[in-house]
């Protein structure tokens, strides 16, 4: 696609309940990229995956949340057991490389937990 | 990662002024300092980016200052416009780094 696709774009869910949220990036970028944004706040860094490379997951905040990447295509952001600091735009990005120089944003997952 | 820090967290500017936000970091293995334009509703998006072998760069009304005895950029808009609202965060990255820290944002408000 011409742009980085998220889906879904709003999502509410229960407390307890497990998540998830896709990522399709520019098509041809190698390294991808998801944040979390919760309101007023900056963009924090979550887990970043480039290539076959092993993922980088130190931004990761639990572990009820994990990430996956199939080859250099669709990612999936799961959260498992959601609670209502989870409530967020959760944004993913890519690039062309993994220089991290011009990084592609989609438009967010938004997510709320009730 | 080391910590970028942003300010103001929000500015109100007339049309046709001058909206300056400034950011300041540590890690002096930073590199690369762009500046993201977010609207509401949208990813951010990238709107200018230095390096610091030079001490500004300029693309139509925007213009990146840096200072790097300081460890510190800002972003001068001028010449403001109400379709120039929007949140705007800095970032920095260090070389061999994939992973670019970004400050909280600055939510600018031109008013007509």
């Known amino acids: 696609g011409a742009g980085v696709s998220q889906s879904p774009s709003n999502k509410v869910t229960e407390k307890g309940k497990d998540v998830e949220l896709r990522c399709d990036p520019i098509?041809?970028?190698?390294?991808l990229y998801w944040y979390r944004q919760r309101l007023g706040q900056g963009l924090e860094f979550l887990i970043y995956?480039?290539?076959?490379?092993?993922?980088?997951k130190s931004g990761l905040p639990s572990d009820r949340f994990s990430a996956e990447r199939t080859g250099e295509s669709v990612s999936t952001l799961t959260i498992q057991r959601t609670q209502q600091e989870d409530s967020a735009v959760y944004l993913c990005?890519?690039?062309?490389?993994?220089?991290?120089?011009?990084?592609?944003f989609g438009e967010g997952s938004w997510l709320t937990v009730v | 990662q080391q910590q970028v820090k942003q300010s103001p967290q929000s500015l109100i500017v007339q049309k046709g002024g001058i909206s300056i936000i400034n950011c300041a970091y540590e890690?002096?293995?930073?590199?690369?300092f762009p500046w993201y334009q977010q609207f509401p509703g949208k990813g951010p998006a990238l709107l200018i980016a230095?390096?610091?072998?030079?001490s500004e760069k300029k693309e139509g009304r925007f213009t990146i200052s840096f200072n790097k005895s300081a460890k510190q950029f800002s972003l001068h808009i001028m010449d403001s416009q109400p379709g120039d609202s929007a949140t705007y965060f800095c970032?920095?990255?260090?070389?061999?780094?994939?992973?670019?820290?970004f400050g909280r944002g600055t939510s600018l408000i031109v008013h007509p």
């Open positions: 230095i390096r610091p072998d030079v």
């Open positions: 098509s041809g970028h190698t390294a």
């Open positions: 890690n002096t293995a930073f590199d690369y």
């Open positions: 990005a890519s690039s062309l490389t993994g220089t991290g120089n011009t990084i592609y």
């Open positions: 995956f480039q290539g076959n490379s092993a993922p980088d």
């Open positions: 970032a920095a990255r260090s070389f061999g780094s994939y992973i670019p820290t």
